[in-house]
Protein backbone atom coordinates (compact mmCIF):
# COMPACT_ATOMS: atom_id res chain seq x y z
CA UNK A 1 0.00 0.00 0.00
CA UNK A 2 1.24 3.16 -1.06
CA UNK A 3 2.58 5.69 2.10
CA UNK A 4 0.14 8.67 0.98
CA UNK A 5 -3.28 5.99 1.16
CA UNK A 6 -2.09 4.44 4.52
CA UNK A 7 -2.10 7.62 6.26
CA UNK A 8 -5.43 8.96 4.48
CA UNK A 9 -7.11 5.29 5.54
CA UNK A 10 -5.35 6.17 9.39
CA UNK A 11 -7.07 9.22 9.59
CA UNK A 12 -10.43 7.86 8.05
CA UNK A 13 -10.96 5.29 10.70
CA UNK A 14 -9.31 7.12 13.27
CA UNK A 15 -12.57 9.57 12.70
CA UNK A 16 -14.92 7.11 12.26
CA UNK A 17 -13.70 5.98 15.76
CA UNK A 18 -14.27 9.13 17.22
CA UNK A 19 -17.39 9.83 16.11
CA UNK A 20 -19.08 6.74 16.41
CA UNK A 21 -18.79 7.60 20.17
CA UNK A 22 -19.34 11.16 19.89
CA UNK A 23 -22.33 10.69 17.29
CA UNK A 24 -23.97 8.12 19.75
CA UNK A 25 -23.74 10.32 22.75
CA UNK A 26 -25.12 13.51 21.08
CA UNK A 27 -28.32 11.79 19.93
CA UNK A 28 -28.51 10.54 23.73
CA UNK A 29 -28.06 13.90 25.23
CA UNK A 30 -31.71 15.20 25.72
CA UNK A 31 -33.07 11.85 26.71
CA UNK A 32 -30.77 10.46 29.33
CA UNK A 33 -29.94 14.20 31.00
CA UNK A 34 -33.51 15.76 31.10
CA UNK A 35 -32.98 17.04 35.02
CA UNK A 36 -33.23 20.81 34.64
CA UNK A 37 -32.58 20.64 30.80
CA UNK A 38 -29.10 19.45 31.79
CA UNK A 39 -28.63 17.65 28.34
CA UNK A 40 -30.16 20.24 25.67
CA UNK A 41 -27.84 22.89 27.59
CA UNK A 42 -24.71 20.85 27.01
CA UNK A 43 -24.95 20.60 23.64
CA UNK A 44 -25.81 24.40 23.59
CA UNK A 45 -22.99 25.03 25.51
CA UNK A 46 -20.65 22.74 22.97
CA UNK A 47 -21.65 24.16 19.65
CA UNK A 48 -20.74 27.74 21.81
CA UNK A 49 -17.30 26.14 22.31
CA UNK A 50 -18.10 25.21 18.33
CA UNK A 51 -19.12 28.82 17.21
CA UNK A 52 -15.53 30.36 19.17
CA UNK A 53 -13.19 28.16 18.39
CA UNK A 54 -14.02 28.26 14.50
CA UNK A 55 -12.97 31.66 14.50
CA UNK A 56 -9.67 31.41 16.61
CA UNK A 57 -7.92 28.38 17.13
CA UNK A 58 -7.40 26.61 14.23
CA UNK A 59 -4.79 28.30 12.74
CA UNK A 60 -3.10 29.19 15.83
CA UNK A 61 -3.10 25.27 17.19
CA UNK A 62 -2.03 24.10 13.45
CA UNK A 63 1.03 26.26 13.24
CA UNK A 64 1.92 25.44 17.14
CA UNK A 65 1.56 21.86 16.93
CA UNK A 66 1.36 21.15 13.30
CA UNK A 67 -1.77 18.71 11.90
CA UNK A 68 -1.01 15.29 13.52
CA UNK A 69 -0.80 16.65 17.03
CA UNK A 70 -3.12 19.26 16.64
CA UNK A 71 -6.13 16.09 15.43
CA UNK A 72 -4.45 14.25 18.77
CA UNK A 73 -5.17 16.84 21.25
CA UNK A 74 -8.49 17.49 19.48
CA UNK A 75 -9.58 13.94 20.19
CA UNK A 76 -8.60 14.38 23.58
CA UNK A 77 -11.32 16.89 23.77
CA UNK A 78 -13.89 14.46 22.59
CA UNK A 79 -12.56 11.71 25.38
CA UNK A 80 -12.91 14.08 27.54
CA UNK A 81 -16.92 14.51 27.06
CA UNK A 82 -17.00 11.03 26.67
CA UNK A 83 -16.02 10.96 30.59
CA UNK A 84 -17.74 13.81 31.72
CA UNK A 85 -21.19 11.75 30.71
CA UNK A 86 -20.34 8.80 33.58
CA UNK A 87 -20.64 11.83 36.03
CA UNK A 88 -23.34 13.29 34.46
CA UNK A 89 -23.86 16.72 36.47
CA UNK A 90 -23.57 20.44 35.55
CA UNK A 91 -20.09 20.38 37.21
CA UNK A 92 -19.04 17.85 34.65
CA UNK A 93 -21.15 17.99 31.33
CA UNK A 94 -20.73 21.66 30.90
CA UNK A 95 -17.21 21.94 31.11
CA UNK A 96 -16.18 18.95 29.01
CA UNK A 97 -18.98 20.37 26.11
CA UNK A 98 -17.26 23.39 26.42
CA UNK A 99 -13.42 21.65 25.66
CA UNK A 100 -15.39 19.31 23.07
CA UNK A 101 -16.36 22.49 21.28
CA UNK A 102 -13.17 23.81 21.56
CA UNK A 103 -11.23 21.38 20.01
CA UNK A 104 -13.68 20.81 17.25
CA UNK A 105 -12.90 23.32 14.70
CA UNK A 106 -9.43 22.80 15.09
CA UNK A 107 -10.06 18.71 14.67
CA UNK A 108 -11.45 19.27 11.23
CA UNK A 109 -9.28 22.30 10.38
CA UNK A 110 -6.35 19.73 10.45
CA UNK A 111 -7.88 17.19 9.01
CA UNK A 112 -8.74 18.89 6.24
CA UNK A 113 -5.35 20.61 5.98
CA UNK A 114 -3.77 17.25 6.24
CA UNK A 115 -5.47 15.75 3.66
CA UNK A 116 -4.98 18.50 1.21
CA UNK A 117 -1.20 18.83 1.70
CA UNK A 118 -1.20 14.89 1.59
CA UNK A 119 -3.29 14.90 -1.92
CA UNK A 120 -1.05 17.50 -3.70
CA UNK A 121 2.36 16.18 -2.34
CA UNK A 122 0.99 12.80 -3.60
CA UNK A 123 -0.22 14.55 -6.76
CA UNK A 124 3.41 16.26 -7.64
CA UNK A 125 5.17 12.52 -6.95
CA UNK A 126 3.15 11.00 -10.06
CA UNK A 127 2.61 13.50 -11.99
CA UNK A 128 -1.52 14.31 -11.59
CA UNK A 129 -3.37 17.61 -11.27
CA UNK A 130 -3.53 18.22 -7.03
CA UNK A 131 -7.48 18.79 -6.95
CA UNK A 132 -8.01 15.64 -8.82
CA UNK A 133 -6.31 13.56 -6.06
CA UNK A 134 -7.23 15.71 -3.36
CA UNK A 135 -10.87 15.08 -3.81
CA UNK A 136 -10.26 11.34 -4.35
CA UNK A 137 -8.69 11.62 -0.66
CA UNK A 138 -11.60 13.19 0.63
CA UNK A 139 -13.68 10.75 -0.90
CA UNK A 140 -12.53 7.81 0.57
CA UNK A 141 -12.77 9.84 3.93
CA UNK A 142 -16.00 10.66 3.93
CA UNK A 143 -17.30 7.00 2.63
CA UNK A 144 -15.76 5.51 5.94
CA UNK A 145 -16.39 8.64 8.25
CA UNK A 146 -20.15 8.93 7.14
CA UNK A 147 -20.79 5.32 8.75
CA UNK A 148 -20.06 6.31 12.08
CA UNK A 149 -23.85 7.55 13.02
CA UNK A 150 -24.73 4.04 11.60
CA UNK A 151 -22.33 2.57 14.09
CA UNK A 152 -23.04 4.99 17.00
CA UNK A 153 -26.52 4.41 17.36
CA UNK A 154 -26.54 0.48 16.82
CA UNK A 155 -24.12 0.13 19.49
CA UNK A 156 -26.35 2.66 21.88
CA UNK A 157 -29.70 0.25 20.99
CA UNK A 158 -28.24 -2.95 21.26
CA UNK A 159 -26.95 -2.08 24.43
CA UNK A 160 -30.02 -0.57 25.99
CA UNK A 161 -32.06 -3.11 24.56
CA UNK A 162 -30.91 -5.42 27.19
CA UNK A 163 -33.15 -4.13 29.58
CA UNK A 164 -34.89 -6.71 31.00
CA UNK A 165 -38.34 -5.39 31.19
CA UNK A 166 -39.70 -3.17 28.86
CA UNK A 167 -43.07 -1.45 30.38
CA UNK A 168 -45.66 -0.89 28.54
CA UNK A 169 -45.55 3.36 28.28
CA UNK A 170 -48.66 4.75 30.40
CA UNK A 171 -51.71 6.26 27.86
CA UNK A 172 -51.10 9.06 30.34
CA UNK A 173 -47.28 9.85 28.98
CA UNK A 174 -48.30 9.73 26.09
CA UNK A 175 -50.72 12.63 25.52
CA UNK A 176 -47.76 14.72 26.38
CA UNK A 177 -45.49 13.01 23.76
CA UNK A 178 -44.96 14.92 20.10
CA UNK A 179 -46.01 18.36 19.41
CA UNK A 180 -47.70 19.21 23.03
CA UNK A 181 -44.77 17.92 25.07
CA UNK A 182 -44.14 21.25 27.06
CA UNK A 183 -42.81 19.55 30.58
CA UNK A 184 -40.56 16.96 29.80
CA UNK A 185 -37.16 19.34 29.04
CA UNK A 186 -37.27 19.75 32.73
CA UNK A 187 -39.21 16.85 33.96
CA UNK A 188 -37.38 13.94 35.63
CA UNK A 189 -37.08 10.69 33.26
CA UNK A 190 -39.54 8.24 33.88
CA UNK A 191 -37.70 5.23 35.58
CA UNK A 192 -39.55 2.57 32.87
CA UNK A 193 -38.16 4.70 30.04
CA UNK A 194 -34.15 5.19 31.55
CA UNK A 195 -32.29 2.39 31.19
CA UNK A 196 -30.18 1.08 34.07
CA UNK A 197 -27.29 2.92 35.32
CA UNK A 198 -25.65 -0.60 34.56
CA UNK A 199 -26.06 0.01 30.76
CA UNK A 200 -25.67 3.48 30.74
CA UNK A 201 -21.84 2.38 32.13
CA UNK A 202 -21.46 0.04 30.05
CA UNK A 203 -22.19 2.11 26.95
CA UNK A 204 -20.07 5.04 27.82
CA UNK A 205 -17.50 2.54 28.65
CA UNK A 206 -17.65 0.99 24.67
CA UNK A 207 -17.83 4.93 23.55
CA UNK A 208 -14.69 5.82 25.70
CA UNK A 209 -12.98 2.86 24.71
CA UNK A 210 -14.08 3.57 20.79
CA UNK A 211 -12.44 7.59 21.34
CA UNK A 212 -8.88 6.13 23.26
CA UNK A 213 -8.60 3.75 20.31
CA UNK A 214 -8.96 6.72 17.78
CA UNK A 215 -6.33 8.84 19.55
CA UNK A 216 -4.10 6.26 19.61
CA UNK A 217 -4.59 5.20 16.06
CA UNK A 218 -3.54 8.62 15.09
CA UNK A 219 -0.84 9.05 17.51
CA UNK A 220 1.17 6.16 16.73
CA UNK A 221 0.67 5.30 12.76
CA UNK A 222 -0.27 8.71 10.83
CA UNK A 223 3.12 10.28 9.81
CA UNK A 224 3.64 13.98 10.10
CA UNK A 225 3.53 16.26 7.52
CA UNK A 226 4.51 19.39 7.02
CA UNK A 227 3.46 22.37 4.30
CA UNK A 228 5.94 22.38 1.61
CA UNK A 229 5.28 26.70 1.09
CA UNK A 230 6.63 27.49 4.52
CA UNK A 231 6.39 30.85 5.73
CA UNK A 232 7.70 34.22 7.69
CA UNK A 233 6.41 34.27 11.53
CA UNK A 234 5.10 38.01 10.32
CA UNK A 235 3.39 36.52 7.35
CA UNK A 236 1.43 34.02 9.14
CA UNK A 237 0.11 36.34 11.87
CA UNK A 238 -0.97 39.08 9.08
CA UNK A 239 -2.23 35.79 7.10
CA UNK A 240 -4.33 35.37 10.24
CA UNK A 241 -5.58 37.96 11.28
CA UNK A 242 -6.70 38.86 7.82
CA UNK A 243 -8.36 35.88 7.45
CA UNK A 244 -10.42 36.79 10.84
CA UNK A 245 -11.10 40.51 9.91
CA UNK A 246 -12.28 38.57 5.93
CA UNK A 247 -14.90 36.69 7.58
CA UNK A 248 -16.30 39.87 8.49
CA UNK A 249 -15.58 41.75 5.83
CA UNK A 250 -17.14 39.61 3.61
CA UNK A 251 -20.74 40.45 4.95
CA UNK A 252 -20.54 43.50 3.11
CA UNK A 253 -21.77 41.15 -0.10
CA UNK A 254 -25.54 41.75 0.27
CA UNK A 255 -25.41 38.28 -0.82
CA UNK A 256 -24.28 36.60 1.54
CA UNK A 257 -25.97 38.80 4.28
CA UNK A 258 -29.33 36.81 2.88
CA UNK A 259 -27.56 33.73 2.92
CA UNK A 260 -26.16 33.50 6.53
CA UNK A 261 -30.01 32.16 6.87
CA UNK A 262 -28.94 28.62 5.11
CA UNK A 263 -26.48 27.61 7.99
CA UNK A 264 -28.23 28.91 10.61
CA UNK A 265 -31.25 26.65 9.65
CA UNK A 266 -28.75 24.07 9.24
CA UNK A 267 -28.28 24.36 12.91
CA UNK A 268 -31.65 24.91 13.57
CA UNK A 269 -33.28 21.64 11.93
CA UNK A 270 -30.31 19.69 12.88
CA UNK A 271 -30.55 20.58 16.45
CA UNK A 272 -34.36 19.98 16.67
CA UNK A 273 -33.63 16.55 15.63
CA UNK A 274 -31.04 15.77 17.88
CA UNK A 275 -32.75 17.46 20.72
CA UNK A 276 -36.24 17.25 20.40
CA UNK A 277 -37.29 14.51 17.99
CA UNK A 278 -35.34 12.33 19.53
CA UNK A 279 -36.75 12.99 23.29
CA UNK A 280 -39.90 14.19 22.83
CA UNK A 281 -41.38 11.86 20.12
CA UNK A 282 -38.97 8.79 20.12
CA UNK A 283 -37.89 8.59 23.89
CA UNK A 284 -41.15 9.29 24.70
CA UNK A 285 -43.31 6.77 22.87
CA UNK A 286 -41.15 4.08 22.68
CA UNK A 287 -38.40 4.17 25.14
CA UNK A 288 -34.77 5.39 24.93
CA UNK A 289 -33.60 2.22 23.19
CA UNK A 290 -35.18 2.71 20.05
CA UNK A 291 -33.42 5.71 19.85
CA UNK A 292 -30.50 4.28 18.08
CA UNK A 293 -32.43 2.65 15.36
CA UNK A 294 -34.74 5.94 14.41
CA UNK A 295 -31.14 7.98 14.16
CA UNK A 296 -29.56 5.48 12.21
CA UNK A 297 -32.52 5.70 9.72
CA UNK A 298 -31.43 9.27 9.33
CA UNK A 299 -27.89 8.61 8.89
CA UNK A 300 -27.92 6.02 6.21
CA UNK A 301 -30.86 8.56 4.10
CA UNK A 302 -28.44 11.10 4.95
CA UNK A 303 -25.37 9.79 3.20
CA UNK A 304 -27.16 7.72 0.12
CA UNK A 305 -29.21 10.70 -0.51
CA UNK A 306 -25.44 12.67 -0.18
CA UNK A 307 -24.32 10.67 -2.21
CA UNK A 308 -27.40 10.77 -4.78
CA UNK A 309 -27.40 14.50 -4.89
CA UNK A 310 -24.03 14.75 -6.14
CA UNK A 311 -24.61 13.09 -9.55
CA UNK A 312 -28.97 14.42 -9.64
CA UNK A 313 -27.03 17.79 -9.42
CA UNK A 314 -25.57 18.38 -13.02
CA UNK A 315 -28.97 17.60 -14.99
CA UNK A 316 -31.62 19.17 -12.43
CA UNK A 317 -29.19 22.48 -10.69
CA UNK A 318 -29.13 23.35 -7.63
CA UNK A 319 -33.19 25.29 -7.38
CA UNK A 320 -35.30 21.81 -7.87
CA UNK A 321 -32.88 20.07 -5.18
CA UNK A 322 -33.63 23.31 -2.62
CA UNK A 323 -36.42 23.06 -3.58
CA UNK A 324 -36.96 19.35 -2.83
CA UNK A 325 -35.47 19.96 0.69
CA UNK A 326 -37.66 22.80 1.73
CA UNK A 327 -40.96 21.24 0.79
CA UNK A 328 -39.69 17.65 2.51
CA UNK A 329 -39.14 19.60 5.76
CA UNK A 330 -42.12 21.76 5.22
CA UNK A 331 -43.91 18.55 4.91
CA UNK A 332 -42.41 16.95 7.99
CA UNK A 333 -42.74 19.94 10.22
CA UNK A 334 -46.71 20.15 9.46
CA UNK A 335 -46.97 16.85 9.84
CA UNK A 336 -45.20 16.54 13.59
CA UNK A 337 -47.47 19.48 14.67
CA UNK A 338 -50.36 17.22 13.55
CA UNK A 339 -49.50 13.86 14.78
CA UNK A 340 -49.79 12.13 17.73
CA UNK A 341 -47.00 9.86 18.46
CA UNK A 342 -47.86 6.31 19.54
CA UNK A 343 -45.87 2.66 19.90
CA UNK A 344 -48.61 0.91 18.02
CA UNK A 345 -47.22 3.53 14.84
CA UNK A 346 -43.59 2.19 14.86
CA UNK A 347 -42.96 2.38 11.28
CA UNK A 348 -43.85 6.40 11.22
CA UNK A 349 -40.94 7.35 13.61
CA UNK A 350 -38.71 5.55 10.69
CA UNK A 351 -40.31 7.51 7.99
CA UNK A 352 -39.87 10.84 9.78
CA UNK A 353 -36.24 10.58 10.77
CA UNK A 354 -35.48 9.53 7.03
CA UNK A 355 -37.45 12.08 5.62
CA UNK A 356 -35.35 14.12 7.53
CA UNK A 357 -32.66 12.43 6.34
CA UNK A 358 -33.65 13.40 2.65
CA UNK A 359 -33.97 17.15 3.22
CA UNK A 360 -30.85 17.51 5.30
CA UNK A 361 -29.24 16.29 2.88
CA UNK A 362 -29.81 19.00 0.64
CA UNK A 363 -28.68 21.54 3.17
CA UNK A 364 -25.32 19.73 3.92
CA UNK A 365 -24.19 18.83 -0.02
CA UNK A 366 -26.20 22.49 -1.95
CA UNK A 367 -24.79 25.03 0.91
CA UNK A 368 -21.40 24.28 0.35
CA UNK A 369 -21.50 24.38 -3.46
CA UNK A 370 -23.36 27.32 -3.27
CA UNK A 371 -20.89 29.09 -1.14
CA UNK A 372 -17.86 28.32 -3.20
CA UNK A 373 -19.66 29.29 -6.37
CA UNK A 374 -20.93 32.17 -4.97
CA UNK A 375 -17.32 33.17 -3.21
CA UNK A 376 -15.27 31.67 -5.65
CA UNK A 377 -12.38 34.23 -4.62
CA UNK A 378 -13.27 34.20 -1.22
CA UNK A 379 -13.63 30.92 0.14
CA UNK A 380 -11.50 30.78 3.34
CA UNK A 381 -14.05 33.22 4.34
CA UNK A 382 -17.29 32.46 2.89
CA UNK A 383 -16.51 28.78 4.73
CA UNK A 384 -15.56 30.63 7.94
CA UNK A 385 -18.72 32.40 7.65
CA UNK A 386 -20.62 29.26 6.79
CA UNK A 387 -19.49 27.16 10.10
CA UNK A 388 -20.26 30.19 12.44
CA UNK A 389 -23.58 30.82 11.64
CA UNK A 390 -23.99 27.06 11.55
CA UNK A 391 -23.24 27.25 15.33
CA UNK A 392 -24.54 29.76 16.13
CA UNK A 393 -28.13 28.30 15.03
CA UNK A 394 -27.06 25.32 16.53
CA UNK A 395 -26.92 27.56 20.07
CA UNK A 396 -30.04 28.96 19.52
CA UNK A 397 -31.89 26.20 18.98
CA UNK A 398 -30.34 23.46 21.70
CA UNK A 399 -30.69 27.06 23.99
CA UNK A 400 -34.43 27.81 23.63
CA UNK A 401 -35.51 23.73 23.84
CA UNK A 402 -35.17 24.02 27.69
CA UNK A 403 -38.15 26.19 28.28
CA UNK A 404 -40.22 26.04 24.92
CA UNK A 405 -42.73 23.64 24.08
CA UNK A 406 -42.05 21.44 21.24
CA UNK A 407 -44.77 22.70 18.99
CA UNK A 408 -43.60 26.50 19.58
CA UNK A 409 -40.22 25.17 18.27
CA UNK A 410 -42.12 23.71 15.20
CA UNK A 411 -43.67 27.21 14.14
CA UNK A 412 -40.08 28.73 14.93
CA UNK A 413 -38.77 25.87 12.28
CA UNK A 414 -41.27 26.75 10.22
CA UNK A 415 -40.88 30.16 10.44
CA UNK A 416 -36.98 30.33 9.61
CA UNK A 417 -37.34 27.97 6.82
CA UNK A 418 -40.04 29.84 5.22
CA UNK A 419 -37.50 33.23 5.61
CA UNK A 420 -34.82 31.17 4.66
CA UNK A 421 -36.10 30.37 1.39
CA UNK A 422 -37.07 33.39 0.61
CA UNK A 423 -33.56 35.17 0.98
CA UNK A 424 -32.26 32.23 -1.24
CA UNK A 425 -34.72 32.88 -3.56
CA UNK A 426 -34.06 36.91 -3.80
CA UNK A 427 -30.44 35.62 -4.15
CA UNK A 428 -31.15 33.70 -7.10
CA UNK A 429 -32.89 36.56 -8.64
CA UNK A 430 -29.71 39.00 -8.20
CA UNK A 431 -27.57 35.79 -9.88
CA UNK A 432 -30.12 35.61 -13.39
CA UNK A 433 -30.01 39.48 -13.69
CA UNK A 434 -26.02 39.73 -12.87
CA UNK A 435 -24.70 36.53 -13.81
CA UNK A 436 -21.30 37.94 -14.16
CA UNK A 437 -21.45 39.87 -10.82
CA UNK A 438 -17.86 39.66 -8.85
CA UNK A 439 -17.42 39.24 -5.10
CA UNK A 440 -16.74 41.81 -2.81
CA UNK A 441 -12.90 42.11 -2.78
CA UNK A 442 -9.92 39.42 -3.68
CA UNK A 443 -8.52 37.73 -0.92
CA UNK A 444 -5.54 35.48 -0.91
CA UNK A 445 -5.95 32.48 -2.72
CA UNK A 446 -8.16 29.76 -0.76
CA UNK A 447 -6.75 27.29 0.98
CA UNK A 448 -9.04 24.76 2.03
CA UNK A 449 -12.10 24.63 0.40
CA UNK A 450 -15.76 23.31 0.13
CA UNK A 451 -13.76 20.44 1.86
CA UNK A 452 -13.56 22.14 4.95
CA UNK A 453 -17.05 22.39 5.60
CA UNK A 454 -18.35 19.40 7.35
CA UNK A 455 -20.84 18.37 10.42
CA UNK A 456 -19.43 18.45 13.83
Given at each position: ?47 GG ?42 T ?49 F ?57 I ?67 F ?119 L ?8 A ?41 V ?17
Amino acid sequence: MERSLKNVLVVSFGFLLLFTAYGGLQSLQSSLYREEGLGVTALSTLYGGVLLSSMFLPPLLIKKFGCKWTIVVSMCCYVAFSLGNFYASWYTLIPTSILLGLGAAPLWSAQCTYLTIMGNTEAKNVGKVGRDVVNQYFGIFFLIFQSSGVWGNLISSLVFGQTPTQEAIPEEQLLSCGASDCLMATAPTNSTQRPSQTLIYTLLGIYTGSGVLAVLLIALFLEPIKDAQQKSEGEKKSSFWSTLLSTFKLLRDKRLRLLVLLPMYSGFEQAFLAGDYTRSYTTCALGIHFVGYVMICFSATNSLCSVLYGRLSQYTGRKALYGLGAVTHLSCIVALLLWKPHPDQLAVFFVFSGLWGVADAVWQTQNNVLYGVLFEKNKEAAFANYRLWEALGFVIAFGYSTFLCVYIKLYILLGVLSLTMLAYGIVEYLEAKNPGRPVVAEQTKPTEEAETETVM
